[in-house]
């Protein structure tokens, strides 16, 4: 009888032990740290300026340095990836990612910055691996958009999921370096819509979603969040005032005042390397008369008369890479 009480307890307890964790570095990018049990897991590692925090956290909750089981980057920008070499040296683990692509997208990047750690370490659990006593599943077929590449984890039987910088949570979106037009739009029309609780995912309208930067959110409004962003940012960029398109300290200024709670601010500086900027420059001499085409192939012109609202295309679950991880991780 004691015993059967003292497995009923164990299993309690496991069961009440799974718990996901946030923690805002310093640059703004979100780190969650999932625990169940003696099986933990990080995503994202934060920006190399963030490694003292992060350990902390880490730490704080329950997991020392040989207990972490992996740590896996949702995508291959240095807010995301940075404090991979200096968790190394305070944690005894393995560094992850869904696939090859990602895998080479954060490589390219950071050779970009003059980076030399070498992360040719990192493992890619495209088939077997990882999270299945996380109970985590692994998406991947994104379009690019906010980054070139991307990947989710979802948690159905919990109902969340952890969704990298597909989503924002009331911040100002990323749109520099490798935003450009089409990329920007994609992740409005494309990725975002996936993730709707209408959309291939299939989530519910009560999944909670653990986004890249700000506040965690447990409803999806994030998701028409940054579609409304995105199209007002669009909008702002090509709006014709007399003969010329608004200059980039107008945008940004224009995005702030739009949003003022919005945390991130200083990602508006990043403007300056989007191309959809660069283009609405050297289109001047088109400004009334410029056109760009959204992804259902409708024209809209820098009057901002035509309608941007969101559209989603192709069938997701056909196409998609859902990769269950299995039991290797912990191996
Ligand atoms: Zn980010």
């Not at 307890?9 to 718990?19: D, G, N």
């Not at 750690?117 to 088939?127: A, C, G, K, L, Q």
């Not at 579609?227 to 945008?251: K, M, R």
């Amino acid at each position: 009888m004691l015993s059967k009480l003292a497995i009923c307890l164990v299993l309690v307890c496991t069961v009440l032990s799974y718990e996901v964790f946030t923690q805002i570095g310093a640059t703004g990018s979100n780190t969650h740290l999932v625990v169940d049990g003696s099986s933990s897991l990080l995503i994202d590692a934060g920006a190399s300026g963030d490694v003292a925090l992060m350990t902390s956290f880490i730490n704080n909750n329950g997991v020392s340095s040989g207990q972490l089981d992996a740590i896996f980057i949702t995508h291959g920008h240095p807010d995301h990836y940075g404090g991979i070499a200096g968790l190394l040296n305070n944690f005894s683990t393995k560094v992850i990612v869904a696939t090859t692509t990602i895998k080479n997208d954060l490589i390219a990047n950071a050779e970009a910055v003059g980076d030399t750690f070498d992360y040719s370490i990192i493992e890619v659990r495209s088939s077997g691996g990882i999270l299945s006593d996380l109970n985590l599943s692994v998406y991947t077929n994104f379009v690019p958009g906010e980054s070139s590449s991307a990947s989710i984890l979802y948690n159905r039987e919990r109902n969340f999921a952890l969704v990298g910088d597909i989503i924002y949570a009331d911040a100002h979106l990323y749109l520099g370096f490798g935003v450009d037009f089409d990329t920007v739009r994609d992740w409005r029309d494309e990725n975002l819509p996936k993730l709707d609780k209408g959309g291939d995912l299939k989530f519910d309208k009560d999944t909670v979603f653990y986004t890249g930067h700000g506040e965690v959110a447990a409803d999806q409004s994030n998701i028409s969040e940054n579609q409304d962003y995105i199209t007002f940012f669009l909008e702002t960029l090509f709006s014709c005032a007399g003969s010329t398109f608004p200059t980039l300290s107008d945008v940004a200024t224009d995005l702030v005042n739009e949003y003022p709670d919005y945390s991130s601010a200083s990602f508006t500086s990043f403007l300056t390397s989007n191309t959809a900027w660069t283009d609405a420059q050297t289109a001047q001499g088109d400004c009334g008369n410029y056109e760009y085409t959204n992804s259902d192939g409708s024209s809209d012109n820098s009057s901002g008369s035509s309608d941007n609202s969101s559209s989603s295309s192709g069938s997701f679950l056909q196409a998609s890479v859902v990769v269950c991880f299995g039991l290797l991780l912990l191996q």
